[in-house]
């Protein structure tokens, strides 16, 4: 061949690269996400997944008024990382493969998607929002978004509640009464009790090298075993680690924290009084806890603290505890939602105003106007994900909180400044 044909030939290829170079760079990547969305106190899409197969079904629970068909179809988004500017592939579930069935709480749905397509580490992002919902803000009634570890791609079943639903969340109350349902033939599940210190979340200034280390292990209270099929009920509150499976084999861990009286709600005076401790002394705990009637006591403190206005302090009463609610049903991992790192700032900052997830797994909360000077701060949690909680995060704490966390928790103490202000205790803004 002569040369001549050979440069040609070579100088058509690079500008066909060229040419597809260019195509690529002017293609629309997706906008950014901003996940503060999802940590609104409000009805949400709940998911939940089990492998069948060569297949992973998916199991969602649209919170009424649900609205599928007609521009609000079931769409998937398969993205490598929480960071990726453009996604692996983008899909949407037919109306014919999603069985819907209507239920009191809202729309329960199910749908397979192959295996292939969902290699360990993908972020599933599922929506049911209208094409032109504003993209970067995530509707936690509309989205859902799930990292599918390798422990979520293998686990072969799902937790279900007495009458054969999907559960959808990672605790129950004790007492309660639910299952395991297996693809494929029914398996023995055999169960453990740990003992687990519920300890609470130290301030975000706390030096890491003073906190107190965790065990290394977790001593076990007790086990059980059951037969396939049969239902499940713990009477006694605690972190439970379930095994579904032969006797003979060692199957992944599934852990469930069974909580006390109508968890996430708050009941009793000793769940009203203690998460007052990101507020208050062991002092002033303590004094509460003596009193006659301690229900009783814990409203007198609030209403001490709006100075007799009754209904400022029911309106703190309530901010307050429906922020300690809003953590246990989004934060529950080992202990109870409130407990956490996330759920420390959670109560006492607030919904996160933005919250970006990086690729690495972290999560940086943004106060635009928390810090003393009314200006910016941003709180970072990192993931430490265990057997018994695969979704827990660790604030990265540091000295420089030590004036706004004090600022913030005054806020609350001192009316009339408590309902107004930077670190106000308010609600996200609706978007």
Not at 79 to 104: C, G, K, N, T
């Amino acid at each position: 061949m002569p040369l001549k044909r050979i440069s040609g030939l070579c100088l058509l290829g690079l500008l066909l690269w060229a040419t597809l170079a260019a195509t690529v760079a002017r293609r629309p990547q997706a906008p950014r996400p901003d996940f503060a969305g999802l940590y609104r106190d409000v009805a949400r899409l709940d998911v939940d997944t089990r492998r069948e197969g060569d297949s992973l079904r998916v199991y969602l629970r649209l919170p009424p008024p649900a609205r599928l068909g007609p521009g609000h179809a079931l769409r998937l988004t398969a993205w490598p990382s929480y960071e990726a500017r453009a996604p692996l592939w983008q899909d949407s579930v037919p109306r014919r493969q999603q069985h819907p069935i209507p239920f009191p709480d809202g729309v329960r749905l199910s749908f397979c998607v192959a295996a292939s397509r969902l290699p360990a580490g993908t972020v599933l992002q599922i929506s049911t929002a209208p094409p032109d919902a504003k993209e970067d803000y995530q509707e936690p009634t509309t989205t859902a978004w799930l990292r599918l570890t390798e422990a979520v791609l293998a686990r072969p079943f799902v937790l279900v509640d007495s009458v054969g639903q999907p559960l959808l969340r990672r605790y129950v109350q004790a007492g309660e009464t639910f299952g395991v349902d297996c693809f494929g033939l029914y398996q023995p599940v055999r169960s453990k009790r740990y003992a687990v210190t519920p300890t609470p979340a130290l301030p975000p200034m706390t030096n890491p090298a003073a906190m107190p280390a965790g065990p290394r292990t977790l001593p076990v209270l007790d086990s059980a075993a059951f037969r396939p099929g049969q239902p499940l009920r713990f009477a006694e509150p605690g972190l439970y680690a379930l095994r579904v499976g032969p006797l003979n084999t060692k199957p992944p861990v599934l852990a469930v924290l069974v909580a006390p009286n109508l968890y996430p709600e708050l009941t009793t005076a000793a769940e009203l009084i203690e998460p007052l401790r990101y507020l208050t002394t062991s002092q002033e705990r303590q004094k509460l806890t003596d009193a006659p009637n301690p229900k009783r006591a814990v409203d007198k403190f609030w209403l001490d603290i709006a100075k007799g206005d009754q209904q400022l302090g029911k309106d703190l009463i309530r901010r307050y505890y429906n922020r300690v609610m809003a953590a246990n049903e989004l934060f529950a991992a080992h202990k109870a939602g409130w407990l956490t790192d996330r759920g420390l700032l959670y109560v006492v900052l607030g919904p996160p105003p933005s919250v970006r997830r990086l690729s690495d797994g972290e999560e940086r909360w943004y106060y635009p106007d928390g810090n003393t000077d009314g200006g910016p701060i941003t709180y970072s949690f990192r993931p430490r994900p265990s057997t018994f909680a695969p979704d827990y995060y660790e604030l990265v704490r540091r000295p420089e909180y030590e004036l706004p966390w004090y600022a913030a928790v005054e806020k609350w103490r001192t009316p009339p400044t408590a309902l107004t202000g930077p670190n106000a205790p308010n609600a996200l803004p609706a978007r």
